[in-house]
């Protein structure tokens, strides 16, 4: 059975319009805590509550922490607290689940409800379809009465449990004593931890996107417009740019020349660092997704490490992860998991494993991205009325078929919906970039004529 409100990260759309409603919410609330109360046999289950700093997040944690209230469980509201902070703060505390109130890289018009379980991980499809049921039809949940109803606090701390957890993943035998950085934090949930969180290690800190109002999240700012956070790196002679996104679990990095990194050439540089340091585990295994250029993947298996591609969204290079047991992966976008330090993608944590590769190099981050070569790659968002199924559309898989004839073996095409937007994504590399280009737009126009 298909999901009908859960996209590929959770729930998510236009803050108080359905399903972002306060309704949804308080059902949701009700219907996470009756599924951890079966499912482990906790009479009142805590249920940690985090969000960004959007003006809606006040609405929605109000509308999901009454939910668990009113189902008997324990909500704990954190307050603005980064995405992989949510998740390690439900496993610390042996709570549980965690949900994290965001929209990530979204404007603030947007929100949305992500969920993690007792250990830290997203919660699966089947989980998220048992969740949905009980929405839909809210009798399938138990009415609570009397002394069985929950009740919520606020607990504040928890902020300084994430630093402390974060900055222990980094090398103890280094410091960042004498490193001037630009923290970029999108006005989003990192922007006090991240900039604590460098200088308790020594940096010298200029921040920037540490301003927020409710309304200015990821405006102009953060992971989507490195832009800024370039600038500065030039202005203020930094040695590196750190830009996080919404829920600070992605990052975009600028080198010390003020040049914005590409995702998957970090990724390489990463795999590298994690190979050269024997921290690579027995898969000897890199996940990547779907969207990774085919560059990267040449470039890992010339380390002699094996590649896997994997849908779209940190919950499934995660799932892979758990499978095989490779601890290093990530999205181009800018997720990537160390899977010994975190469940889920970290900007912070990714920010200090750069900082450490450029350290055991001893050579600037400008050197080092040069070893990865990516293929030219095109990606165009096609806005669709509709999300028809792609197989259906003729037209566009006779493309399809004429294209990928003449970029051969050295190119692929990749089209798929977005799982939080109407968009249709378009996606095309290969060796001959003027090739690709004349792909893309052929292809973008295919589904603008048969979805737009």
């Not at 003449?406 to 095409?413: F, I, Y």
């Amino acid at each position: 059975m298909k999901r009908k409100l859960f996209g590929t990260d959770g729930i998510r759309g236009k803050a108080n319009i359905y399903p972002m409603t306060g309704d949804i919410a308080f059902l949701l609330g009700r219907a996470v805590t009756a599924y951890f109360q079966n499912d482990t046999s906790t009479k009142k289950p805590t249920i940690i509550i985090g969000k960004d700093t959007r003006l809606s997040c006040y609405m929605l944690e109000q509308a999901f922490s009454s939910g668990v209230c009113a189902q008997g469980g324990f909500a704990i509201l954190t307050g603005p607290l980064p995405t992989p902070g949510v998740a390690f703060v439900t496993k610390s505390m042996r709570a549980e689940a965690g949900v994290m109130i965001s929209a990530s890289h979204n404007p603030f018009e947007d929100n949305g409800i992500k969920i993690f379980d007792q250990d830290g991980n997203k919660l699966a499809d089947d989980v998220e379809l048992k969740l949905e049921q009980m929405i839909l039809d809210p009798q399938l949940i138990p009415q609570m009465l009397g002394n069985a109803l929950g009740k919520a606090k606020r607990l504040d701390e928890v902020v300084g449990r994430y630093i402390v957890k974060v900055k222990s993943a980094f090398d103890e035998k280094l410091s960042l004593d004498n490193i001037r950085l630009i923290v970029d934090g999108a006005n989003g949930a990192a922007y006090k931890v991240a900039p604590w969180t460098f200088e308790e290690l020594g940096a010298e800190v200029i921040s920037i996107g540490n301003a927020p109002n409710g309304t200015n999240i990821n405006k102009n700012v953060g992971a989507l417009y490195p832009e800024k956070c370039a600038r500065a790196v030039k202005e203020y002679r930094a040695d590196l740019g750190i830009c996080l996104d919404g829920d600070a679990d992605r990052i975009v990095v600028c080198d010390e020349k003020g040049n914005v990194v590409e995702g998957d050439r970090l990724l390489g540089v990463l795999a590298k660092f994690l190979k050269d340091t024997n921290q690579m585990a027995d898969a000897n295994e890199v996940v990547g997704t779907v969207m990774t250029n085919l560059g990267l993947e040449v470039f890992i298996k010339s380390l002699g490490l094996n590649f896997y591609r994997a849908k779209v969204g940190d919950r499934y290079i995660l799932e892979r992860m758990n499978q095989t047991g490779s601890v290093f992966g990530g999205e181009p976008s800018g997720h990537i998991i160390f899977k010994k330090f975190s469940t889920t993608g970290d900007g912070i944590l990714a920010a200090l494993k750069v900082i450490e590769c450029i350290k055991y190099y001893n050579m600037p981050l400008s050197k080092l991205v040069e070893q990865v070569k990516l293929f030219p790659q095109v990606l165009i968002n096609v806005a669709v009325s509709e999300k028809k199924d792609l197989d259906s559309l003729s037209e566009l898989n006779e493309k399809i078929k004429k294209w990928q004839e003449k970029l051969g073996d050295k190119g692929r095409t990749l089209i798929r919906y977005s799982g939080t937007e109407n968009l249709c994504r378009v996606m095309v590399e290969g060796e001959d970039n003027s090739l690709v280009k004349k792909c893309a737009n052929d292809l973008a126009d295919t589904i603008k004529k048969e979805l737009g």
